[in-house]
Structures are given as C-alpha cells and as structure tokens.
C-alpha cells in the first residue's frame, strides 16, 4: 500500500512510498518495499498516514510545537542575566 511518512517531515519533508503491514509485529507497523535498505515506521497517525491530507495536518502540527518549543527556549536565553 502507498502511505505518507511524516517522521521526518521537519528535516527531510514529506515523502510517500510503497509499505506493507508488519501484522506479526504490530498492526500499526509499516515496513518499505521494494527499497534496497526498507525502513520500518510505527505509528498510524504519527510517523506514517494513509491520505495525503493526514501527513500534511500532522506536519503542520509539528512544525507549530517545534516554534513553541524553539520560542520558550528563545525567552529563556533572553532572560539569562551575567
């Protein structure tokens, strides 16, 4: 099946590729196909989605806690005193 892997989506982007299920291991689990080296996402919803629209929804949601994060560390610098 084609699937939408979000894992890395804030350093390498978005990317689709062709997986099959790990139902051995765990449902959720997801191996690549077809590839020399296949990688294993785990996580429906986090790491790998089904629709385009779901990867691009989680993407954005981890960019935004990524400015959040990168913020609190921002005022947290500013308000060190020497």
Same mark, same amino acid.
């Given at each position: ?13 978005i990317f ?6 790990? $139902?051995?291991?765990n449902i959720?689990?997801? *191996? +690549?196909?077809? /590839?020399?080296?296949?990688? !294993?996402?785990?996580? $429906? ?6 629709? *385009? +629209?779901?990867? /691009?929804?989680?993407?954005? !949601? ?21």
């Open positions: 099946m084609k699937v939408w892997v979000t894992k890395y989506a804030l350093t390498q982007g689709e590729t062709e997986v099959e299920v790990c $139902e051995d291991i959720n689990m997801v *191996k +690549e196909i077809n /590839v020399r080296y296949p990688a !294993s996402y785990h996580g $429906e919803g986090k790491e790998w989605h089904k629709t *385009k +629209e779901e990867a /691009v929804k989680r993407a954005e !949601s981890m960019k935004e806690a990524k400015i959040k994060s990168l913020t609190n560390q921002i005022k947290k610098l500013e308000a060190l005193k020497f």
